[in-house]
C-alpha cells in the first residue's frame, strides 16, 4: 500500500514522550486560517520553490513543458542551478516506510517511539493503520483533527497508545469560520475518545480573538467534564511564523492572527483549572 507523505523528522522531541519519528501525512479537510504547514493541505504532491537566492536565471522555466500552469511533471528541480526547487510530497510504499522507522528501533525504544501526524491523518485511513500495525514494536501516538470517517477514528484507537486531538473551537459556527467546517463531527469523536481506553491528550491552538474569550473556554470546559477522568489540555501559543512558508507552493497568506495575551492566559487557567493544562509555544 501506498501513501503520501510530505516530511519525516527524526528525533523529534515535541510530539511524544522521548526521542520520536514523526512522519506527516499530506491532504488536511480543514483550512485553518493559523495553519503554518500549507504543503500539508493538498493531498497531491507539489512543487515547491523557495524564493530565497533565486537570480531569476530562467532555467527552471527553460525546461518546464508547461510554464503557464504548473503541472507538478518536476523538470524544474534538477534544472534550477541552486537546488531550491523540490518536491513537497512524497509516494512511500508501507513497507519502506516502516523499514525507514524501525531502523531508528535502539534509539525509539528507549522512552520514545512515532508519531503520525499531518496534514490530516485521516485523509489516508487504510496507509495509517497499515503503518501503526507495522510499527506496533514501538511506542505509536498520532496527532488528528478529529475529521474522518467514525469508522476509521475507531479502528485508529485500537492500534495507538497515545491520541493527539486538536480542539479549536467550541462554537460551530466559529469552528465552520476559521477552518472551513463545522465540528459536528470532531466533537462526536472527541466523545468517543473521551470514553475510550486509549490515553489522549486535547490540544487548543490558542489565539486571540480566535478562541481565547470566556464563552468558549467555559464551554470546553464543560465539554472536558464529561470526560471519565479528568483529560491533560495543551495550549499552542499562535505561531507568528504561521505564514512564513506559502510563498514555497505558490500561495497567499493573507490572515492577521495575534498570540494571547498573558490575561488570556490567566484566564483559561482559572476557567479550566479543574483539569492539568499547560502552555507552551
Known sequence: MKGIIFSIEEFAIYDGPGIRANVFFKGCPLRC????????????????????????????????PS????????QCIPA???GLIRYAGDEWEADALAARILKLSPILKNGGGVTFSGGE??????FLLEMLQKTASLHRA??????????????????TELVYFDLKAMDSEAHRRFTGVDNTRILQHARLLMESDTP???????IRDVNTGEENLYSMAEFLSKAKTPPKVEFLLYNKMAGAKYPLVGMDYPWQFEQP?????????KILADFPISFRK
Not at 200 to 206: E, G, L, S
Not at 261 to 269: F, G, L, P, V
Open 261 to 269: 495575551t498573558e490575561e488570556d492566559q490567566n484566564r483559561a487557567r
Open 200 to 206: 489522549y491528550i486535547f490540544r487548543v491552538p490558542f
Open 121 to 126: 491523518v485521516l485523509m489516508q485511513p487504510e
Open 80 to 82: 534550477c542551478p541552486r
Open 67 to 74: 510554464p503557464e500552469v504548473c503541472r507538478s511533471c518536476g
Open 142 to 159: 498520532v496527532e488528528t483533527s478529529g475529521y474522518g470517517r467514525t469508522e476509521d477514528f475507531c479502528r485508529m484507537l485500537e492500534e
Open 33 to 64: 486560517r493559523w495553519c503554518h504547514n500549507p504543503e500539508g493541505l493538498s493531498p497531491k504532491r507539489q512543487i515547491a520553490r523557495s524564493p530565497n537566492g533565486c537570480i531569476n536565471c530562467g532555467a527552471c522555466r527553460a525546461a518546464c
